[in-house]
């Protein structure tokens, strides 16, 4: 008889679920979803990014994981990278920015923290902001969130006053094997909803995942579709065909 998985596990240097030597970095993944996202050039990906609806895990009440418990995750789009990643978006640190970037002086003059993205890559900064155009060095999520793990350009982002809210940095990320999250959402461990992707700059991070769990009834839930990782015969960049879905009530 298999045993339960376990809900949010600790996460080490090595992915549960992902043998040794298939150890996939976020520049991989968002190398991947480069890659994936703007297949037909530039104009049709943003096209298609307009389009979507951010994704949202909202951890249930019996998540007790210390890192995963009341947790918010934006789940970056899915691409042919053998993990599924997403952000924690709801969780402020006590690190003010300064500490990151002290030779930007205007941050001393502010509270700005960052936030904790999640348990994997913990030292690795990851800015996601708002922008009608997507600058170099970034990639656009879907609408106008764009990401971007480039040190000059958070900078660039960071002097620039007229951001205010509509910035945020991350230290680390969660990060899944497809059967891991399959199998925490057969558990129980997560609702899935679409939701306002505003919601990633909220003035009120702390009280974000209590407003998204009365939001999380029957009706408001979504199909969330796990992707499978990578088959040996697979060429690189292919996507598998045979998802499997969740039905979340």
């Known amino acids: 008889m298999k045993s339960k998985p376990k809900l949010g596990v600790r996460w080490s240097s090595e992915v549960r679920g992902i043998p040794k ?3 996939v970095t976020l520049t991989a993944v ?23 609806t951010p994704l949202y895990l909202v951890a249930r009440p019996a998540l007790r994981d210390p890192y995963f418990q009341q947790s918010v995750v934006l789940m970056l789009p899915a691409t042919g990278s053998p993990l599924v990643v997403g952000i924690i978006i ?5 690190v003010p920015l300064v500490r990151l970037f002290p030779q930007i002086p205007s941050l001393k ?22 922008s009608p155009q997507v600058p170099k060095l970034a990639i656009r999520l879907f609408g106008s969130i764009c990401m971007s ?20 940095l991350f230290l680390g990320r969660a990060q899944w094997s497809p059967e891991q999250l399959q199998g925490e959402l057969q558990s ?5 909803l679409h939701a306002n992707s505003n919601l990633i700059f909220s003035r009120n991070p702390e009280s974000l995942w209590r407003t998204l769990l009365k939001r999380a009834r029957p009706g408001s839930l979504v199909e969330y579709t796990v992707p499978f990782s990578f088959t040996p015969q697979e060429p690189p960049g292919g996507l598998l065909r045979r998802p499997m879905k969740q039905r979340l009530l």
């Open 90 to 94: 709801n969780k402020p640190t006590r």
């Open 30 to 52: 968002i190398f991947l979803l480069c890659a994936v996202s703007w297949p037909a050039g530039k104009a049709a990906g943003a096209a298609a990014s307009k389009k979507e």
């Open 21 to 23: 030597g298939k150890w």
């Open 149 to 168: 793990l480039n040190s000059n350009l958070m900078k660039r982002l960071l002097k620039d006053s007229r951001r205010g809210h509509q910035l945020r």
């Open 188 to 192: 129980g461990a997560w609702y899935a």
């Open 109 to 130: 003059t502010k509270n700005q923290r960052a936030y904790f993205g999640g348990p994997v890559g913990v030292h690795e900064s990851i800015a996601l902001f708002s």
